[in-house]
C-alpha cells in the first residue's frame, strides 16, 4: 500500500505558499526550517512530483503541479475546517440540520433576507424547506418533517403557534383582463362567470373550506408563485400576498380589484412547532428573524 501525504503535510505545504518561503512558513508553524523543508520532500515523494522550483530563485515558486495539487489542499484543510466547526457547534447543541415548512403568506423578499443572514450566522447548519399551503406547514410540523413552521393557524393540540407578524391578501388580475379593465368596485355578479384561482390544500387538512373563493368557475393550482404567473398570463383572477405582487402593481403589469366581499383582513403570521419537538437554536434565531423583519415591514408600511 502506497503512503498517503497527511493533512499536516498539506497544511506545511499551504503554510509555505502563504509565507512564501521555508523560512518564513518555520517560524509561522514554531518549527525548525529542516523539519519543514524535510516534510515537504516527503509529500513530493508520497505524491511523486516536484512541487516546488527552487533552482535560480530565493523564493520558492510553485510548480505546475504544486499550483493543481494547492486547490485540492486548500479544499480538503476547509472540509477539514468546517467539519471541526460542526463537531463544535454539535456540542454546543446546535442542529445540524434544520428543516422547516414556509406558507406562501410569508413576504417572499423577507424570507431570502433571513435565509441570506442565515447562512453566514450558522454556516454549518444544513437547511430543508417545504414551501406550500397552510395545511402543508401543519402537516410537516405535526409529522415531525419540519421542526418548524411558518403560516396561517388551525386549532391543533399538537401544535404550539406563536404570532410574529401578519400578512396583507389582495384581489388581483393582469390590467387587460376584463375584470382589470372595468375600473370600477366589483359586484358579485361581475366575478361570477370569470376564472379565480385558488391554491388547493394537498395536505387535506381544509378540505371542504375555501377561503375568498367567489367565481363558480376555479382553477386549482398547487402553490402562490404558480397563481402569480398564471394570474399575471390573464389566466383568471385571484387573492395574492400584497408582497408577491407589489412591483407589478407599481409597473401596472397587475392591477389590484376593487372588490368590496374580498377579505382583504391582515392574516395572523406565526411560528409554528410540535409540542413533543422543542427549538434549536437555529430554529429560535430564524423565528426571531422572521418576526423582526416582519415588524421592521410594517413599521415602513405604517410611516409611508
Known sequence: MQPQP????????LTVVEKGSFSAAS???????SVVSYTIANLEAQLRVELFSRSGTKRPQLTDAGRSILEDARRLLGDLD?????VRALSDGLEAELYVAMSGIVPSDIVVDVLHAFREHYPTVSLSVTVGSLGIVMDAVINGTAIIGFGGAMPNDQIIFERIGQSGMIPVAAS?????VL??????????DETQLVVYDASRLTTGRDFNVFSLKTW??????TKHLFIRGGLGWGGLPASLVKDDLVTGRLVQLQFPLFDQREYPIYAIRNVANPLGPAARWLASEIQARLSREAGNIASS
Open 6 to 13: 497527511t493533512l499536516d503535510q498539506l497544511q506545511v505545504f
Open 27 to 33: 517560524r509561522a508553524l514554531n518549527r525548525t526550517q
Open 82 to 86: 468546517l467539519m471541526r466547526a460542526r
Open 176 to 180: 387587460d383582463h376584463p375584470l382589470g
Open 183 to 192: 375600473g370600477r368596485p366589483l359586484t358579485l355578479s361581475d366575478v361570477r
Open 220 to 225: 386549482r393550482v398547487s402553490d402562490n408563485a
